[in-house]
């Protein structure tokens, strides 16, 4: 059985309230876990089931019927979270490259929800009620499934904790609020960017992106990824207004400019030395 996820809106800075509960926010994929009839599926958000990567998550039966939302996360020996390596445990497919990562890279399901309880469904019932069964349910006496700490009120205190730990953000969510599946400003979430000057370098042809570079010290230029979204869509007129008095040469694909310096923020630098989902922020001037 599958429950489409409630999805989250963007808060656009720290708050505090009474009426909120706050959460860190862990850097994996979502995932909504069915436990029914003694059989248990593991889906993404988009309904794609997943159960077999993740074979330690399903190692101890479930005591009851239940569905779970969560997110299935690595986190390293010294507590990092990494999502380089539960992308690579997700797309692992042959049997025995999942049973060596499972090894390699064990994964957590980290759950802050729960839908359905020993045949009751629960998504009607307020928020800080569900946490409450959450807390009580009897789930699998297994180390690989863990449930999301949270706090009453205090968000600005968590964001700043999160931001000393360099973890991916906070979840901001109402304690009244009904679980829907759909996106809803019910819930908010919160994310730790960081912040680069980078050089845009060129632009794709056939759909929206910008080349963006950085220094590599011998004073060369290193391809870091793509610019997809912007942060203020009036800078989308002004560059290519400035990029027509800049082109250098092309390709099949690309359209090359003399660099460009702007800010972005990310969610963080790959291992391969790459911007994560880069955001275009302002030009430098």
Known sequence: MFISPMLLDTAQAPFSDDNYIFEPKFDGHRAIVSSIGGRVRIYTRHQNECTRQYPELVSVPF??????DGEVVCIDPVGTVDFESVMTRFKAQRSDRIR?????????????????YDGVDLRGLPLIRRKEILNDAVLPMNRHIVKTPFIEGAGEALFADICERKMEGIVC??????????????????????FAQVWITGYRKDEFGWLV??????????????????????????????????????????????????EVKTRNWTKAGMLRSPVFVDFVR
């Open 173 to 194: 969510k109402r304690m009244n609020s009904r679980y829907v599946s759909r996106r809803s400003p019910a819930w908010q979430k919160l994310i730790n960017w960081t």
């Open 100 to 116: 060596r990562l499972v090894d390699q890279l064990p994964v957590t399901f980290v759950v802050f929800d729960i839908l359905s």
């Open 213 to 262: 570079a950085v220094g590599d010290g011998d004073g060369r230029l290193r391809p870091v990824g793509v610019i997809e979204l912007l942060s203020n869509r009036e800078h989308k007129r002004e560059f290519y207004r400035i990029a027509k008095s800049l082109i250098i040469g092309e390709d099949r694909k690309n359209v090359y400019l003399e660099p460009i310096r702007a």
């Open 63 to 68: 005591p009851k019927d239940m569905m779970l």
